[in-house]
């Protein structure tokens, strides 16, 4: 496994400020383009639309819809930011229990099912960082929990007990990751989203408001607004986008990247001891 992967450095803390910056760049690109449509909407006398109080309604149903994609997606990202955490905890109290056998069963061979846990913590936090096929990582798992599963058989029931809910715990765990990533937050809601955004910055557009500077300003601060908002939602919908180069709003993967080496670590002393 390539040392890069698993450096706690490197991500999530390497790239977003840069992620940020281009963020902000496409908004600023694409209200230079609304900005300068305004313009020649303006020189070429095209304003046919008056403001009006439905307009103000229209302005305040896209800003109900954004809210209501907003809440739900925090849900599910307020959820994610838990899920690091838990996976590294389970991988470190698997490890601290194979390790506790010896204290046991002086004589019990444990070095080979250490070097699995590392192996798979390695898998898993390169399955996080790249979004790897799920099906490779499931099946280490499989190799991973036939292991343990052997050296159950050493420890009493109750112990035993605890292997298997640590094993299930990260199995949960992966396939939550997987579900959050392959599944978007009410397709029809988004389409809706968009489409209503892209009206309103036209019916802006092409709206008659004097004096002209103050529509520029009106405009480039309302447009701003939606298509920010709009974007940061379809960000944060996937809290495991660190692979994907426009995402910026991912979890926190520092709490895997600190158990992969601290397993390594046991890995290598189960090896030499």
């Not at 706690?8 to 496409?26: Q, S």
């Not at 004589?107 to 099906?135: H, K």
């Not at 009493?156 to 392959?182: C, K, Y």
């Not at 008659?208 to 529509?215: L, V």
């Amino acid at each position: 496994m390539n040392a890069r992967a698993i450096d706690p450095a490197n991500e999530p803390d390497r790239r977003p400020l840069l992620r940020r910056v281009w963020f902000f760049g496409r908004v600023g690109l694409v209200l230079l383009a609304i900005e300068a449509c305004r313009v020649l909407v303006h020189q070429e006398h095209w304003e046919v639309l008056t403001p009006n109080p439905l307009f103000s309604a229209l302005v305040a149903s896209e800003v109900f819809l954004l809210g209501f994609l907003l809440n739900g997606v925090l849900t599910d990202y307020k959820e994610s930011e838990k899920l690091p955490g838990d996976l590294a905890a389970a991988l470190e109290c698997l490890a601290l229990e194979v390790q506790g056998i010896r204290l046991l069963r002086p004589e019990a061979e444990v070095q080979g099912t250490l070097a699995l846990l590392a192996g798979f913590s390695e898998a898993l936090l390169a399955w996080m960082q790249e979004a790897g096929p799920t099906l490779e990582l499931l099946e280490r798992l499989n190799e991973l929990q036939l292991a343990i599963e052997q050296l159950g058989c050493l420890y009493p029931a109750p112990l035993q007990a605890r292997l298997l809910l640590e094993l299930a715990n990260i199995r949960r765990g992966v396939q939550r990751i997987d579900v959050i990533r392959s599944t978007t937050f009410v397709p029809s809601v988004y389409g809706i989203a968009y489409i209503g955004t892209g009206v309103l910055t036209v019916g802006l557009v092409l709206s008659r408001i004097e004096p002209f500077a103050e529509s520029l300003f009106f405009i480039g601060v309302i447009s701003l607004l939606l298509i920010k908002l709009l974007l940061l939602i379809t960000d944060l919908d996937n809290p495991f986008g660190a692979s994907q180069a426009l995402s910026v709003e991912n979890v926190s993967l520092r709490p895997v990247a600190d158990a992969v080496q601290r397993l390594q670590r046991a890995a290598e002393q189960g090896s030499t001891g």
